[in-house]
């Protein structure tokens, strides 16, 4: 049947994008049947201009010239680059509805994942970007050198906003930064946003008098749109420095929304990638993680995060480095061995990498051997199942980052640190699973 070659019109392997071009890297496996050349090029049409039959449009020079092109095919890998016309300018909904949109419901593909884009220039500087980013974080907490330490309350529902901020006081005066609420935690019965914001401030106050450090809240003001700006407002005008985001649940759209507000009441705008796994986990279907985290670059996040690796997450070591290089480098090489494209940011600032999930102070100088010091580590049971409560669990964490900092082994720092001794009683250095 001669609608069969329509779709493969639309590969040319000799192809050379122009420096303009949006180019994606995917993975696709062919329904049973097709050729890999054909799944090819339907990926390709249908993400642009085609469609599964020959239409008179598709004979106008003005609508061919936008025709997107499949020129690289490795195994069940393939690359498509698409003109620049075909998106608008500072518009994340736009893209992802091209380039991730009605091609994942495609019969001629069993699977497809979008695992990496190169965004050409032109695209990138029609974003702001993070507003802060680590130099800028470090700058408004004063921390120099070691990483950013974050603490969500556990049990991390349930509890009222009383026991929350007295959490905050305890973990903060055990040498952590930031509280940080759970991604399902807004403005319950039980622990309602107005009357938590009101009482971690004060606490806050009381922390930082008492150790002389900078202290934060990251308050997740996740809603409707109107009212994550109304919470958004109530924080700043409370003094703190940060908000949270559930950014998957809420949207590309709100979150470019917000990162305007934040920019407007000089916040700080922490990324939790709650929901993500319902696409990015089946490495063969879906959408990366790194595109999740290139994508809150552009759009101007300060931290995201990322997986631990060893952690009790999905997401393995070579995943989690790569995600980390991508939004905190300026510029990235490509890596053929796991179809990553390279990568240009244009001066946009750094997305801090904040690694999370089943973490404890005997896993600690792993964690920053992959990441460095320029990165923010997020712990929950590690430091609330502590046998002496949550500050002593709190003084643990921040002396096994010290004790990195500082070159000298967990096992050795121990013996005049007796929190983190009984950590590692606890815990060990094994990872959760």
């Given at each position: 049947?001669?609608?069969?070659?329509?779709?493969?019109?639309?590969?040319?392997?000799?192809?050379?994008?122009?420096?303009?071009?949006?180019?994606?890297?995917?993975?696709?496996?062919?329904?049973?049947?097709?050729?890999?050349?054909?799944?090819?090029?339907?990926?390709?049409?249908e993400?642009?201009?085609?469609?599964?039959?020959?239409?008179?449009?598709?004979?106008?020079?003005?609508?061919?010239?936008?025709?997107?092109?499949?020129?690289?095919?490795?195994g069940?890998?393939?690359?498509?680059?698409?003109?620049a016309d075909?998106?608008?300018?500072?518009?994340?909904?736009?893209?992802?509805?091209?380039?991730?949109?009605?091609?994942?419901?495609?019969?001629?593909?069993?699977?497809?994942?979008?695992?990496?884009?190169?965004?050409?220039?032109?695209?990138?500087?029609?974003?702001?970007?993070?507003?802060?980013?680590?130099?800028?974080v470090?700058?408004?907490?004063?921390?120099?050198?070691?990483?950013?330490?974050?603490?969500?309350?556990?049990?991390?529902?349930?509890?009222?906003?009383?026991?929350h901020?007295?959490?905050?006081?305890?973990?903060?005066?055990g040498?952590?930064?930031?509280?940080?609420?759970?991604?399902?935690?807004?403005?319950?019965?039980?622990?309602?946003?107005?009357?938590?914001?009101?009482?971690c401030?004060?606490?806050?106050?009381r922390?930082?008098?008492?150790?002389?450090?900078?202290?934060a809240?990251?308050?997740?003001?996740?809603?409707?749109?109107?009212?994550?700006?109304?919470?958004?407002?109530?924080?700043?005008?409370?003094?703190?420095?940060?908000?949270?985001?559930?950014i998957?649940?809420?949207?590309?759209?709100?979150?470019?929304?917000?990162?305007?507000?934040?920019?407007?009441?000089?916040?700080?705008?922490?990324?939790?990638?709650?929901?993500?796994?319902?696409?990015?986990?089946?490495?063969?279907?879906?959408?990366?993680?790194?595109?999740?985290?290139?994508?809150?670059?552009?759009?101007?996040?300060?931290n995201?995060?990322?997986?631990?690796?060893?952690?009790?997450?999905?997401?393995?070591k070579?995943?989690?480095?790569?995600?980390?290089?991508?939004?905190?480098?300026?510029?990235?090489?490509?890596?053929?061995?796991?179809?990553?494209?390279?990568?240009?940011?244009?001066?946009l600032?750094?997305?801090?990498?904040?690694?999370?999930?089943?973490?404890?102070?005997?896993?600690?100088?792993?964690?920053?051997?992959?990441?460095?010091n320029?990165?923010?580590?997020?712990?929950?049971?590690?430091v609330?199942?502590?046998?002496?409560?949550?500050?002593?669990?709190?003084?643990?964490?921040?002396?096994?980052?010290?004790?990195?900092?500082?070159?000298?082994?967990?096992?050795?720092?121990?013996?005049?640190?007796?929190?983190?001794a009984?950590a590692?009683?606890?815990?060990?250095?094994?990872?959760?699973?």
């Amino acid at each position: 049947m001669a609608f069969r070659e329509v779709y493969e019109k639309f590969v040319d392997l000799h192809y050379q994008p122009g420096k303009d071009e949006l180019l994606c890297s995917f993975y696709i496996e062919p329904m049973r049947g097709e050729k890999i050349a054909r799944a090819a090029g339907a990926v390709a049409a249908e993400s642009s201009v085609g469609t599964w039959t020959d239409v008179p449009g598709l004979k106008m020079a003005h609508v061919s010239r936008i025709a997107a092109t499949c020129f690289e095919i490795d195994g069940n890998w393939i690359k498509v680059a698409y003109p620049a016309d075909n998106f608008e300018a500072g518009s994340i909904p736009q893209v992802y509805s091209a380039i991730a949109g009605n091609i994942f419901g495609m019969k001629a593909v069993d699977n497809i994942r979008l695992m990496d884009v190169q965004w050409p220039a032109w695209f990138v500087k029609s974003f702001s970007g993070p507003q802060f980013g680590i130099s800028g974080v470090r700058k408004f907490m004063k921390i120099k050198k070691r990483p950013i330490l974050a603490c969500v309350p556990k049990p991390k529902v349930g509890m009222t906003s009383q026991e929350h901020a007295e959490i905050g006081y305890q973990i903060w005066t055990g040498g952590l930064d930031l509280l940080k609420d759970d991604e399902n935690l807004t403005s319950q019965p039980f622990n309602r946003f107005d009357e938590r914001v009101k009482l971690c401030m004060r606490q806050r106050a009381r922390a930082e008098k008492e150790t002389g450090e900078r202290k934060a809240c990251l308050l997740n003001i996740t809603a409707p749109g109107a009212e994550m700006r109304r919470r958004a407002k109530l924080v700043a005008d409370a003094g703190n420095e940060y908000v949270m985001v559930d950014i998957m649940t809420v949207g590309w759209s709100a979150l470019q929304e917000m990162r305007d507000v934040c920019q407007e009441l000089h916040l700080a705008l922490y990324a939790h990638r709650a929901f993500h796994a319902a696409f990015t986990r089946n490495k063969r279907h879906g959408v990366s993680m790194l595109m999740i985290a290139e994508t809150a670059r552009l759009i101007g996040v300060d931290n995201i995060h990322i997986g631990t690796a060893i952690g009790k997450l999905a997401g393995d070591k070579p995943e989690v480095l790569s995600i980390h290089e991508h939004i905190s480098k300026q510029k990235v090489t490509e890596n053929k061995k796991l179809h990553l494209l390279s990568e240009d940011w244009c001066g946009l600032k750094p997305v801090i990498s904040t690694s999370s999930g089943g973490l404890h102070p005997g896993i600690v100088p792993r964690i920053m051997h992959m990441l460095g010091n320029d990165c923010a580590i997020q712990v929950g049971g590690g430091v609330h199942g502590h046998p002496g409560g949550s500050m002593k669990g709190a003084m643990a964490f921040r002396q096994a980052v010290d004790a990195d900092v500082e070159g000298i082994s967990l096992a050795e720092y121990a013996k005049k640190h007796a929190e983190l001794a009984q950590a590692l009683e606890t815990w060990g250095y094994l990872h959760t699973k």
